[in-house]
């Protein structure tokens, strides 16, 4: 007689199909997504440069950096809360890289303004970027040292932060470029947010 020899059970032989099928198409693991947060002023004029990026799979507004929870516009553009309006940018690594972001963020703002941004002033209008760990953190303080080093006769007033709690802004705010394409280009017409940036870095190359 031949020696026994355990042969898988039926039950094992379909679990582990199952199993694998499972596992390859885990959100978990189909998700590359990383996030970065920046604060640029009004977050509308933000949202579309970060969207215009490949790789870049989400952009929403929102506010952070305040004191108080579940913040409302109202407030937060009130002074209230201590928030900053902010992007946060949904990405794939696989295809774009954060040094991508940070060169989008640059040429996106004015970097010497310590009072808002534009035609908008206040501290809900600052410029920050917002870091979640040790290596975010010391890339954008290189390249706000290499922005410095380009305008040795300004100071930057762009801050690097901790990220904290981001809260998203009401909905109507979410993708206001392409919801309202007229009323959104006169306002940044009006605030003259295109003349400056044209101004500081149509003839300048990043050295990053």
Known sequence: MPPYQARPSRCRAAVLPMLFFFLMHSPLLLSAEVTAIFAGGCFWCMEKPFDELEGVLDTTSG?????????????VSAGFTGHIEAVRV????DITDYLTLLRTFWVNIDPFD?????CDKGSQYVSAIFVGD????????????????LFPQQQVATRILPETEFYPAENYHQD?????PLRYNFYRS???RDDRLQQLWDNRKLPF
């Open 190 to 192: 009006r605030c003259g």
């Open 63 to 75: 506010y952070i950096g305040g004191h108080t929870k579940n913040p409302t516009y109202k407030a």
């Open 114 to 118: 310590p009072s808002g941004q534009f």
């Open 134 to 149: 040790e290596s975010s953190r010391e890339m954008a303080e290189k390249t706000l040292q290499a922005i410095d080093r």
């Open 176 to 180: 206001y470029y392409q919801k309202n």
């Open 90 to 93: 949904a990405y794939d690594p």
